[in-house]
């Protein structure tokens, strides 16, 4: 799905440092380059505390970035100021986790649709508007009537589907979800999920689809970033990175999702994610690998292309790491069917 | 083996300013000594609410009113009907008979109050241990939930412990008085999967040494194929399957556990990527509005005017350990 030419986004390096009391720097971001190509779904992964909800502020430029570059559509803007910024913005657009706490309540659908337009759009006339409205809502699975109501009359999913409207009313190129779908029951998350789904396929629309949920982002991810204290650590396409984890960490991340079809055996780590404020000396996941030796306290490892298009950052390439995909599916259930 | 804890024709009505809404009716189950039962449902399904009631922990008349019965035999075999039970009386059998967790240990912990201080207070209260007693115990129940360094962390207040570790502290908590059955409420549901994975081998072991019996809330049918010996699925306060956990996910009969089931993303579905999941149409309905007939005929694809929209139907047996509330269960089966 990758375009031809220059990558939709690039990003070399970038690194976020929040300082704190006592001259401590807390490193949210560090080191992370990758590039997204035009219409290509990025899938990043990790636990809470991995950095991948700072990256995608930071990639946005809702926070200025400490380190690196931002490259959009060519142009660097990395350092552009607001009014710079604003006639990027509407190539860049954002959805967020709850869609309960980022919709206005005081404002009807129509109106929260409509400030994107009048800010990136200001020449726009009302019926024009109007009629920009009706489309988006119908390309997200809405209603007209519901420009007419209030955030509060809607479920969850149907919120979300409104949050995905207001990203997607000024045509951007770049979409970044940040756990657009954790918040949902199961049945609607699939809604919204296969939503996703049609969209990237119908307008050819370039995601980084933050998420905690590894199936998910294995439905609908062409590659797959895995965080970890702030640095990516594994990067490869979406089959390989499933069918071929090379990293310790991505393994564990796999081997830790309950699967419906029974209990399996599982690499159980211990303890939790490290402070980013005092994260280990060397490969940060050493404390909590179960691969580790002594060496791996020394130095970084560099994430190395241990094959084609496939990036890992562990010294140890000799590993044979499970994959989660069984050869052929077997269930403890199937027995019994 | 015989049932710890019986629950019969479990009701409950809330009333207020919005209307009336029950939030639970006519749940029937009974929990097997070892047992691991899971009620898995989506939002106001009444699986929390079930979980409340039975602890006496919802408010009362005229707001919230709870029908039913709730029977607890205790180790000695003494059998109390808490529902009917005076309060003083329930407030001895919590915490010491059924111990409780919740979904998100930060707001279930006192912030202002030190961890182990917290877990000795149930000591202190139920098996009336000394404070130094009770704070040593509540030290060596830190260390046996795999919390390290338990003689620092029962000298922490909650905000100075990760998610993961507060989650053990409540386990430790509930765990503290040895009670026969423990009410997880989504414990992991705010965890990372890391996290998760510790927590369930954790309670796991737990009740493999105490022989307790667990009564699992969650929506995660994930966790539930881990945990589960039993499943009841709720939706919209009724029961509307009940069978044994490889029954359930392998032939479920009711459709809207079927449509859950299918609607779960797996990790094998990386290999039809870009494939559409399984969605089940429409939303949960509404608690004050739930549809006449059977609550999830307006979502289901199974559904015929007749019987679906004429009569609620009722928790039918279709096998000795298997019920299911659907009309049509044996034209969709077969």
């Known amino acids: 799905m990758s375009g031809t030419g220059a990558p939709l986004l690039e990003v070399t390096d970038l690194a976020k440092h929040y300082p704190i009391t006592g001259g401590r720097t807390l490193r949210a971001v560090d080191g992370v380059s990758f590039t997204l190509g035009a219409g290509e779904v990025l899938g990043i992964v990790g636990e809470s505390g991995s950095g991948k909800t700072t990256l995608g502020r930071t990639v946005l430029r809702l926070t200025a970035a400490s380190a690196g570059t931002i490259r959009f559509r060519g142009e660097e803007i990395t350092d552009y100021s607001r009014r710079r910024m604003r006639p990027v913005r509407r190539h860049m657009q954002l959805v967020f986790q709850d869609p309960y706490a980022s919709l206005n309540p005081r404002m009807s659908v129509e109106q929260i649709l409509a400030i994107p337009l009048q800010v990136h759009e200001p020449g726009l006339k009302r019926a024009e508007r109007r009629d920009r409205i009706e489309a988006v809502l119908s390309t997200v699975g809405l209603f007209p009537e519901a420009a007419s109501r209030y955030p509060h009359e809607f479920s969850g999913g149907q919120r979300q589907r409104v949050g995905i409207a207001r990203a997607l009313i000024c045509n951007p190129a770049l979409l970044v979800a940040d756990e657009p779908v954790s918040a949902l029951d199961v049945s609607v998350q699939a809604q919204v999920v296969n939503l996703l789904l049609d969209l990237r396929q119908r307008l050819g629309l370039a995601i980084l689809f933050i998420a905690h949920d590894l199936a998910v982002v294995g439905l609908i991810s062409d590659r797959v970033a895995v965080m970890y204290l702030g640095r990516i650590v594994e990067i490869a396409e979406t089959t390989t990175l499933f069918a071929r984890p090379r990293h310790p960490y991505t393994e564990a991340l796999f081997s830790a999702v309950p699967d419906i079809g029974g209990r399996h055996d599982r690499i159980l780590l211990q303890g939790d994610i490290p402070s980013p404020v005092s994260p280990p000396s060397g490969c940060p996941f050493r404390t909590r690998c179960p691969y580790a030796e002594a060496a791996c306290a020394e130095a970084l490892p560099p994430l190395v292309e241990r094959a084609p298009g496939h990036f890992a950052a562990c010294r140890r390439p000799e590993l044979t790491l499970s994959s989660p995909l069984s050869p052929q599916p077997v269930s403890r259930f199937a027995a019994d069917a | ?334």
């Open chain 2, 1 to 334: 083996m015989s049932d710890v804890l019986t629950v019969t024709d479990l009701a409950v009505r809330f009333t207020g300013e919005g209307g009336i809404v029950d939030a639970v009716e006519g749940v029937s189950f009974a929990l097997k000594e070892r047992e691991t039962l899971a009620i898995v449902g989506e939002s106001s399904s009444g699986k929390s609410v079930t979980a409340l009631a039975l602890m006496r922990l919802l408010g009362g008349p005229p707001n919230c009113v709870v029908r039913g019965q709730v029977t607890l035999r205790r180790q000695d075999g003494e059998r109390l009907e808490l529902l009917s039970l005076p309060e003083a009386r329930m407030a001895s059998i919590r915490g010491r008979d059924i111990g409780m967790i919740f979904q998100e240990p930060m707001t279930s912990l006192n912030p202002v109050q030190r961890v182990g201080a917290q877990i000795a207070e149930g000591l202190h209260a139920h098996e009336r241990l000394s404070a130094r007693a009770a704070s040593d115990r509540a030290v060596s129940l830190l260390g046996h939930v795999g919390i390290p360094e338990p003689a620092l962390r029962a000298r922490a207040y909650p905000h100075q412990l990760s998610g993961g570790m507060r989650q053990r502290a409540m386990i430790a908590m509930a765990l503290a008085c040895r009670p026969r059955v423990l009410i997880a409420d989504e414990p992991t549901t705010a965890l990372d999967v890391t996290i998760q994975a510790q927590i369930l081998e954790l309670i796991r072991a737990l009740q493999k040494e105490t022989g307790m019996s667990v009564i699992f809330i969650t929506h995660n049918l994930g966790v539930v194929a881990e945990v589960a010996d039993r499943v009841l699925v709720m939706y919209a306060g009724q029961v509307v399957e009940d069978a044994p956990v490889a029954t359930l996910l392998g032939r479920p009969l009711m459709p809207y556990s079927a449509g859950l089931i299918a609607s779960v993303p797996r990790l094998d579905d990386v290999r039809r990527r870009g494939g559409r999941l399984a969605a089940i149409p429409g939303n949960v309905p509404d608690p004050r509005a739930r549809p006449a007939g059977c609550t999830f005929h307006p979502r289901c694809a199974h559904a015929r005017p007749d019987p679906c929209e004429a009569a609620r139907p009722a928790l039918e047996a279709a096998a000795p350990d298997h019920a299911v509330r659907c009309a049509r269960w044996r034209e969709i089966a077969a």
